[in-house]
């Protein structure tokens, strides 16, 4: 029987409950969905399919201990007394990051040096070292995380973060994170036997999710992560999730997705991302103006980040995108319609109200997620 683990899947504002959704999807069950984080207890086999397969998770980390702090002496010797060796090898590298909000032990750089010398000292005595510990070994992120006096200790399983799935080899100027657009595919009820269509798609983030979902494709197949070099996690669950990974793909699955934009460079970025995401040539890519968009197919889903006009003299241009838009598919009741935005009036210019809205944060920026849903009419 192996010890369970806890994980901390780090979650976008707005994005948790999909977070969490996706956790249980995986199969886990002691699941809790917090303020920008989902927890949850596995065995250690769940951090390769947890880091493999969340589309729409920052990281997942994995929580040393957890303790109240008030002074220094305190996170100290609570640090010591947590089993660092269970997961640190003694050749382990392992840099202290850290923050604290709300807390009595706010100067962070001072928080990590006593943690970090908290772990250099449980580790010496349990693995019998008199002189430094070389930190020549594997890498373990460990971060020390103050809120309103709670000392959080993790270790980042990741390395980069999530959204770098790596096929990204190009970008415009505003690209949405993969893992916001994964998010936003999976707030619509899409299904791959549809029409999927992104008429602004800038370097193809939204239309490439879309295809990787739509194939069940695991978004971390393409990269490594930190924890693939850790001795605590068999090499044997790794191979499984893998294995896993490549079993569930449905690569047989016909798609019906397409991209376009009216910028012909950023559309050939969209081409290179999707032939390194390994998609080839399932997506189909256009330049073409939106205006010039025309559904040939019913009960389509139609899912875009266009641009918010924040700058100025972008106003009128994008306020007149949204009026085309909106007067384009009026026409085709049958399509399912999801935009992303910071303008606030989008309702009144796309004239019509949103059947539902969710709030989210792009980056820093504010916006809605507005969610027109077609009548789907049978065939
Ligand atoms: C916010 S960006 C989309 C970014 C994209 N989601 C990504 O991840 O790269 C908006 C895109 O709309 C395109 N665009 C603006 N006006 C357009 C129009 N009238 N027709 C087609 N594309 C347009 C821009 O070229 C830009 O790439």
């Known amino acids: 029987m192996t010890n369970k683990v806890t994980l901390i899947a780090t979650a976008a504002m707005g994005l948790e409950a999909i977070v969490g959704k996706e956790v249980r999807a995986l199969g886990y069950e002691d699941v809790q969905v917090e303020n920008g984080r989902v927890v949850f207890k596995a065995e250690p086999s769940a951090i390769p399919r947890a880091n493999l397969w969340l ?38 590298e392992f840099p202290v990051v850290g923050k604290s909000v709300k807390s009595k032990l706010y100067s962070v750089p ?33 971060e020390i995380a103050l809120h309103k006096d709670e000392a959080l200790l993790t270790i980042d399983t990741s390395g980069s973060g999530l959204h770098k799935r790596g096929y990204r080899v190009g970008q415009g100027e505003a690209p949405l994170k993969e893992t916001l657009a994964a998010a936003l595919v999976q707030t ?80 050939n970025i969209a081409k290179q991302n999707a032939i390194e995401a390994g998609l080839g040539e399932l997506v189909t890519w256009k330049q073409m103006q939106m205006t010039d968009f025309k559904p040939k197919q019913d009960n389509g889903y139609l899912v875009s980040n266009p641009p918010y006009g924040e700058r100025m003299g972008d106003r009128e241009e994008v306020e007149q ?51 027109y849903f077609g009548k789907h009419v049978k065939k």
């Open 110 to 142: 001072d928080c990590q040096s006593i943690v970090k010398k908290a772990i250099v000292e449980r580790l010496k005595k349990k693995y019998g070292i008199a002189s430094w510990l070389k930190e020549t070994g594997a890498f373990y992120r460990v």
């Open 55 to 92: 589309r729409t998770a920052d990281r997942v980390k994995l929580l040393v201990g957890k303790f109240k702090a008030y002074s220094f002496d305190e996170l100290f010797e609570k640090t010591k007394e947590l089993p660092w060796e269970q997961f640190i090898t003694e050749e382990g």
């Open 188 to 267: 619509t009820n899409w299904h791959p036997d549809h029409p999927f269509v992104d008429p602004l798609c800038g370097s193809g983030t939204i239309a490439i999710e879309a295809a990787l979902i739509g194939q069940n494709i695991a978004p971390g197949f393409n990269r490594s992560f930190a924890s693939e070099e850790w001795s605590f996690i068999q090499q044997t669950d790794w191979d499984q999730a893998f294995q896993e990974a490549e079993d569930l793909a449905n690569y047989d699955q016909p798609l019906n997705i397409t991209g376009s934009d009216l910028n012909p460079e950023l559309i």
């Open 321 to 371: 995108l949204y009026r085309d838009l909106g007067s384009i598919m009026r026409d085709y009741p049958s399509w399912s319609v999801y935009i992303l935005t910071s303008y606030e009036k989008f309702e009144e210019l796309y004239g019509k109200k949103a059947t539902k809205k969710r709030k989210l944060f792009n980056g820093f920026i504010k916006t809605d997620y507005y969610q």
